[in-house]
């Protein structure tokens, strides 16, 4: 498995976790690394980016202020600290990696490598 998310579980709305995305394969420095996800009968949507060369980010508009991306160079991983979380968040949460473009795309067509998801599911 070249990424793996996980940190996904059952949360109350208005809870916290916090995903991670692992690889063995990329130094996530090197790379830009997005957060997608995809909630049942639904396509895939942007969550978060994170820019290889700077730590630079960017958000969807519905989690902005929520949800921070980050990356832990020395243990390499990507990290998603989601906080007050929606039912409406609930959804499969995966990783990808894509070329350390200067601009952070929200394309799915912008990361080349995936990793398998995990699963988030908020309450009411």
């Known amino acids: 498995v070249q990424l793996q998310a996980s940190g996904g579980g059952l949360v109350q709305a208005g809870g916290s976790l916090r995903l991670s995305c692992a690889s063995s394969?990329?130094?996530?420095?090197?790379?830009?690394t997005a957060w997608f996800r995809q909630a049942p009968g639904k396509g895939r949507e942007f969550v978060a980016a994170v820019r290889g060369s700077d730590d630079g980010t960017t958000y969807a508009e519905s989690v902005k202020g929520r949800f921070t991306a980050s990356r832990d160079n020395a243990k390499n991983t990507v990290l998603l600290q989601m906080n007050n979380l929606k039912p409406e968040d609930t959804a499969v949460y995966c990783c990808?990696?894509?070329?350390?473009?200067?601009?952070?795309?929200?394309?799915?067509?912008?990361?080349?490598?995936w990793g398998q998801g995990t699963l988030v599911t908020v309450s009411s």
């Open positions: 394969k990329f130094t996530f420095s090197n790379y830009n």
């Open positions: 990808a990696v894509g070329p350390p473009l200067s601009t952070l795309r929200v394309g799915v067509d912008a990361y080349d490598y």
